[in-house]
């Protein structure tokens, strides 16, 4: 049985409040939550005593994009969409312990077919499947012969869109996800919209009365600014695209994005193929074409994060970027939100500042920041702890010691 009371005792604390970790800081849990923060904390007898060493401790990460039953080992939709409903869910359970691993102790499920979100969900809740704790969308909506399709929610028209709210609501979707634009999905057009401003109107509206917030994918620009003008909650991608396939950024765009306080998560690692330049730059001897394509995707990757940083000139941007791995899809693995978290700090983020908008502003987009994103008394105790200060080195976010869910430490 675990022990009322853990104090967890680490070299350094960054709580998820911004600013530097502070030093030989303790943390005491109690039955799940944070019951005190500090040096040289009380304890009640019979406390269990974890000493983390010199690791820092720091909220758990949140991914907020990520399809638990994609392989993400760059198959085409296509094929990873060609397995049975069974086996996604096996591929979503170790995808989840692979997040988990990686300091990830809340996840966001960005849309999986039929009923295999709320499945996983339900056998994290059993305690049937390890893993983070999980707000799922269920079904993505999607116009006929959309992005993600196959996943069975089309829906054309405002009515339509309703009825399908309606439907994910009383399955248990924890918030609802809208495809505005085509993505990756053969068939569909990334650079145009899929939805007019009062489609989704409509599932904004229809969401917010059953009190659940709203995601939608946009990678067209046109797309961008009909969630904009419906009042979508987070914007995903937020690509900029041009029906003819290339990336340019609108100011007046960006200025409407900052005016009206929607929150953007870029998925940077999915645009980049940040994993391959990873993969290319720890080659100890690169081929000459090996390093002919590391060159082509750094510079593609630059120009990527160049129009984010325009972005971020806008008063209020910085504070609303949401980490997101959109993990699953393509050759996108599970575990890997430090690569996010690098490319937002190549974008102008400090180190802190990334670690921020993983924990506290990531908490705050997916309406949970009551319990977590914070080092603070009352949360929940879901905790990470890193070889290294990630408060000044973003690398420290890819050396995971040790994670806590509930005070209970899981790795």
Not at 83 to 96: F, H, Q, T, Y
Not at 200 to 218: D, I, N, Q, S, W
């Amino acid at each position: 049985m675990t022990p009322p009371h853990t104090l967890l005792r680490a070299g350094l604390l960054a709580d998820g409040l911004g600013g530097q970790a502070r030093p030989h800081q303790e943390v005491l849990v109690h039955e799940g939550r944070i019951a005190a923060v500090g040096p040289h904390l009380e304890c009640p007898p019979g406390t269990q005593i974890i000493d983390l060493g010199n690791a820092c401790l720091t909220p758990g990460l949140i991914d907020g994009h990520t399809h638990l039953g994609l392989s993400g080992d760059g198959r085409p939709y296509a094929e990873m969409f060609g397995e049975s409903d069974a086996m996604m869910v096996l591929i979503g359970a170790r995808n989840l312990q692979l997040h988990r691993d990686a300091g990830i102790t809340t996840l966001r499920e960005h849309g999986a077919r039929n009923q295999v979100g709320y499945v996983l969900k339900e056998g994290v809740r059993r305690g049937l499947i390890p893993g983070p704790r999980l707000q799922v969308s269920g079904r993505p909506i999607t116009c006929t012969g959309g992005h993600f399709h196959m996943c069975n929610e089309v829906a054309d028209g405002e009515e339509e869109i309703r009825r399908s709210v309606r439907r994910l609501v009383h399955e248990g979707a924890d918030y609802i996800k809208i495809m505005a634009s085509g993505g990756g999905t053969a068939g569909t057009i990334p650079g145009l919209a899929s939805y007019t401003t009062a489609e989704l109107g409509a599932a904004v509206h229809e969401a917010h009365y059953f009190h659940r917030l709203t995601a939608a994918h946009c990678r067209a620009t046109d797309s961008m600014r009909r969630a904009v003008e419906a009042g979508i909650d987070l914007m995903e991608h937020a690509e900029f695209l041009d029906p003819d396939g290339q990336l340019r950024f609108d100011p007046e765009l960006a200025a409407m994005m900052a005016e009206c306080g929607i929150w953007i998560s870029p998925t940077l690692q999915a645009w980049t193929r940040y994993g391959r330049m990873v993969e290319l730059r720890q080659r100890p001897s690169p081929t000459p074409a090996e390093e002919q394509e590391l060159r082509a995707l750094e510079v593609r990757a630059e120009f990527r994060l160049d129009l984010l940083r325009r972005l971020m000139d806008y008063k209020g941007m910085r504070e609303r970027l949401v980490p997101g791995t959109d993990s699953g899809a393509g050759a996108i693995a599970f575990g890997h939100l430090d690569y996010d978290l690098q490319l937002l700090h190549q974008t102008g983020l400090t180190p802190a500042e990334t670690l921020v908008s993983a924990t506290r502003i990531s908490a705050a987009a997916i309406g949970a920041e009551k319990d977590l994103g914070t080092i603070e008394k009352g949360k929940v105790a879901d905790l990470a702890a890193f070889d290294g200060d990630p408060t000044r080195d973003v690398g420290a976010f890819s050396r995971v010691m040790a994670v806590f869910q509930d005070g209970v430490r899981v790795r």
